[in-house]
């Protein structure tokens, strides 16, 4: 079975300053992980993805997330927050055999003040 | 450009009435999912379905039905035997079998119970 922690509900941070938003998993095989972003009213879009390859992975508007297997995280980061950086983040996995099928955190809202 | 459409944006049923939600995808993909998103609880699996004339249930598919009678298609019915319909709920697909591609997300539809 696979499932995901987003350790933080909400994260606010001033524009400029990094951003980090916290995920752990626990799944029986090779995961494949993802991070997408929500806007409100919005569909998720996809921000980056790993898949075995490369455990430093970067992404869609200056993100980048690891993975790291030994602690069982994929936490995504961005250097310096902007304000359309304010959104619903997801953290997501998908285990090899479950075939497509995905298993989503709670997510974790961001506020990014000036 | 390719995507998936959901339709209407926003739905407003009464009790005891069926509403069906419509998505539409022009991607190619095989796979469709239906989620529901509530506030707080991330996105909750209602029916997938991996290629035309199949379908299989999720995690919360009581009180919903699908079809899938073409491959670019695949209507949700939200029944009156849904207790809380309210809620945002998002379409996605995926190419078959590809569990490292992520989801192309539909911007949903916002169904409210009046």
């Known amino acids: 079975a696979q499932s995901v922690t987003q350790l933080d509900s909400h994260v606010s941070v001033s524009e400029g300053t990094p951003v980090l938003l916290r995920c752990n998993y626990s799944s029986s095989y090779s995961p494949s992980l993802f991070w997408y972003v929500q806007h409100p009213n919005k569909g998720l879009q996809l921000l980056l993805k790993?898949?075995?390859?490369?455990?430093l992975v970067k992404g869609i508007n200056g993100f980048e997330a690891e993975f790291k297997k030994s602690e069982t995280s994929f936490h995504l980061t961005k250097p310096s927050a902007h304000m359309s950086d304010a959104a619903e983040y997801f953290c997501?996995?998908?285990?090899?055999?479950?075939?497509?099928?995905?298993?989503f955190g709670a997510g974790t809202q961001v506020v990014v003040t000036p | 450009d390719g995507g998936i459409t959901q339709s209407p944006k926003y739905l407003f049923r009464k009790e005891g009435q069926n509403v069906t939600l419509s998505c539409e995808q022009n991607l190619n993909h095989d796979a469709m999912y239906w989620y529901r998103q509530d506030p707080g609880q991330g996105l909750r699996l209602i029916y997938y379905?991996?290629?035309?004339?199949?379908?299989q249930k999720g995690d919360i598919a009581e009180g919903y039905s699908v079809s899938r009678e073409k491959k670019e298609s695949f209507p949700l019915t939200v029944t009156s035997a849904q207790k809380n319909p309210t809620a945002f709920y998002l379409c996605?697909?995926?190419?078959?079998?590809?569990?490292?591609?992520?989801?192309?997300f539909g911007s949903g539809t916002r169904l409210t119970v009046v």
């Open positions: 997501v996995v998908s285990d090899t055999d479950s075939w497509g099928k995905l298993q």
């Open positions: 790993y898949t075995s390859a490369a455990t």
């Open positions: 379905s991996q290629i035309v004339n199949d379908f």
């Open positions: 996605a697909s995926t190419p078959r079998q590809e569990t490292n591609y992520g989801y192309t």
